[in-house]
């Protein structure tokens, strides 16, 4: 694996591991241990073997990172332990990661600023920010908007039947849900537009742009 930039992380750039997409894939199983590989679109892979059952619960990790400079690899290989809390709804449990670092618990771990494990949010002395901290109202609105047009064109991939004995399956609820966070993002940024268009003219001292909109 590459070292991350040192330079300031925002959460949807850095490495990530989160609980929900394990679940999700089968890779965390009740009364199991499963092994497998994690891997990231720039082409860096992890190898994983996952343990929940009574005796034991953790995410085991195994990977090497390799100095930019001196080509140098450093081996990893460690357990994340799990934990749970009873769910607030009275169903079931929700499990957690326990941080390496911190011994607190998180849904979601990163890799970043140079730390040779993973760690959760708050254990990093840098802030990783959000992405909504890091971009213009614009930019948000817009970066918003087209995120969610992919999750939206996954989605009408899948989903097969919109009724089910004469109510909406989970994923149409979902699809709509979609639809309607999205609609909202794009009057957002259609709003916007006009402020920009008039700061710009304002700052280069051009003819008030009133009335173009």
């Not at 005796?55 to 400079?69: F, H, T, V, W």
């Not at 690899?73 to 499990?95: A, F, R």
Request: proline residues 2%; aromatic residues 14%; glycine residues 6%.
């Amino acid at each position: 694996m590459g070292r991350h930039s040192t330079g300031v992380c925002t959460t949807g750039e850095v490495h990530r591991i989160e609980l929900s997409y394990l679940l999700r894939q089968g890779f965390i199983r009740n009364h199991r241990k499963v092994s497998g590989t994690l891997s990231w679109t720039n082409g860096s892979c992890i190898s994983f073997e996952s343990s929940f059952t009574d005796e034991e619960k953790y995410l085991r990790l195994i990977y090497y990172i390799q100095n930019s400079y001196t080509g140098e690899k450093t081996n990893h290989d460690y357990k994340i332990l799990l934990t749970t809390i009873p769910s607030n709804l009275g169903k079931g449990e929700i499990i957690y990661f326990v941080c390496p670092s911190t011994g607190k618990r998180a849904r979601i771990l990163y890799r970043c600023y140079g730390s040779p494990i993973w760690k959760c949010r708050i254990a990093y002395r840098y802030r990783i920010y959000y992405e909504s901290q890091q971009c213009s109202k614009l930019d948000f609105h817009n970066r918003r908007y087209w995120a969610l047009e992919k999750q939206i064109e996954t989605l009408n991939k899948q989903v097969c039947k919109k009724l089910y004995r004469g109510r909406y399956t989970r994923q149409a609820v979902r699809l709509t849900r979609l639809k309607v966070k999205q609609l909202y993002h794009d009057r957002m940024r259609w709003l916007i537009v006009p402020q920009y268009i008039q700061k710009m003219v304002n700052e280069n001292g051009l003819p008030n742009a009133e009335g173009l909109f």
